[in-house]
């Protein structure tokens, strides 16, 4: 199983990013895929997820409105688009197929002036 994460990257408060994770060596059609982040001495929090085909989304409370999960079945990528990011939003962020232990390997979003 291998995972991908890139998108990565320093932006300004209120920008935006879009975070993509390439998986390969399962079934990505039959998982739920989440997004996770991690800040500096801080747990590991989950953002998003996207259920296996039927559109449902959830997501932390915090990001809210200005995150958006979405998967591509056929090209095995799940992605995170993130607007209006605020300082708070730094971190290292992860893909996770849901009921696994597989793990991406992060990409950092830095939101700094």
């Known amino acids: 199983v291998q995972l991908v994460e890139s998108g990565g990257g320093l932006v300004q408060p209120g920008g935006s990013l879009r975070l993509s994770c390439a998986a390969s060596?399962?079934?990505?059609?039959?998982?739920?895929m989440s997004w996770y982040r991690q800040a500096p001495g801080k747990e590991r929090e989950l953002v998003a997820s996207?259920?296996?085909?039927?559109?449902?989304?959830t997501y932390k409370d915090s990001v809210e409105g200005r995150f958006t999960i979405s998967r591509d079945n056929a090209k095995n990528t799940v992605y995170l688009q993130m607007n209006s990011l605020k300082p708070e939003d730094t971190a290292a962020y992860y893909c996770?197929?849901?009921?696994?232990?597989?793990w991406g390997q992060g990409t950092q979003v830095t939101v700094s002036s």
């Open positions: 996207f259920s296996r085909t039927g559109g449902t989304t």
């Open positions: 996770h197929v849901a009921g696994t232990d597989y």
């Open positions: 060596g399962f079934t990505f059609s039959s998982y739920i």
